[in-house]
């Protein structure tokens, strides 16, 4: 994976729990409604560049390449925070989103429709 001169800050990289690709799950929600938008994959450059420019950048997994959201389509994710959760393996990214999260046009990748889970609860 291609690297700039930058790097990640040390402190945060450590913190990391990557998987055997060298890549941490980011999940991206809406900063106000809490609206979970999709799923993408950052190395230690993406994760750089997203805390430090504004906007979210992901590492395309089947184009092996560094894609920012909304360079082509205009559906920008504007970073208002990012998280680390507790084992190191996962980031939450709260952003606002303009236009769809999701390649199809949709404005969430998770409207595909419900799997009919039996849902649980204390008895």
Known sequence: MPTSDAVLDPAVSARLTRDERGL????????????????????????????????????????QEYWRKGDTSGHVQYVRSVALDCDGDALLVRVDQVGAACHTGDRT???AGDLGAVAGGPA
């Open 24 to 63: 941490v799950a980011a999940v991206v929600q809406q900063h106000d409604s809490g609206e979970v938008l999709m799923l993408g994959w950052m190395d230690d450059e993406a994760l750089r560049r997203t805390l430090t420019e504004g906007r979210v950048t992901f590492w395309s997994r089947s184009r």
């Open 109 to 111: 990748c998770f409207d």
